[in-house]
């Protein structure tokens, strides 16, 4: 069960970090501009405002990074972390992911909206609204993980506090 989830775990990260960098570099932009990805470019461009693909390469490279290295931990034999913990950090690693998306995206949208003066920015939103939703219940379910953690009693089941 360990393997399933820590493999569900990772999984869900990198899809997370891949659409997330699909929405910044595409995604929001076009929905923003109600314009094909070219044609949006090619517009910025003679507006003299910059489109640049980095904000996603980044937010996907750094997901994909933070799914390997926490599948890593959940999954070794030396340092046995508990599952609570596993959730927990697995919680907070997608429920950063909403800061770290609107940062990756700020610089694509706030160039969009310097291009077009009608522009729309709750297409651009709704685009990103899928990874708000989920970050906020994994803010939830992190949070609930870590009370279940830190309430556990520290004794195995059957045996006494005073070790009898």
């Not at 970090?17 to 910044?24: E, K, L």
């Not at 990874?131 to 994994?138: N, T």
Request: with cysteine; aromatic share 12%.
């Amino acid at each position: 069960m360990r393997i399933v989830g820590m493999i569900f775990g990772v999984v869900t990260i990198c899809i997370y970090a891949v659409y997330g960098a699909i929405s910044v570099n595409d995604w929001a932009v076009t929905a923003a501009s109600r314009l094909p990805l070219d044609t949006t470019i090619a517009e910025m461009n003679r507006a003299g405002q910059n489109y640049s693909t980095s904000g996603g390469i980044i937010f996907a490279v750094l997901g994909i990074l933070l799914a390997l290295a926490w599948g890593y931990f959940v999954s070794s034999q030396r340092l046995k972390i508990r599952p609570w913990a596993a959730v927990a950090t697995w919680g907070a690693i997608i429920m950063l992911g909403a800061p770290a998306y609107f940062f990756a995206s700020f610089a694509n949208l706030n160039n969009v909206g310097d291009t077009f003066y009608d522009w729309n920015s709750e297409a651009a939103f709704a685009v990103g609204m899928p990874l708000y939703i989920v970050s906020g219940l994994a803010l939830v379910l992190a949070g609930g993980a870590l009370l279940l953690g830190l309430l556990r009693p520290r004794t195995r089941l059957g045996s006494l506090p005073d070790g009898h």
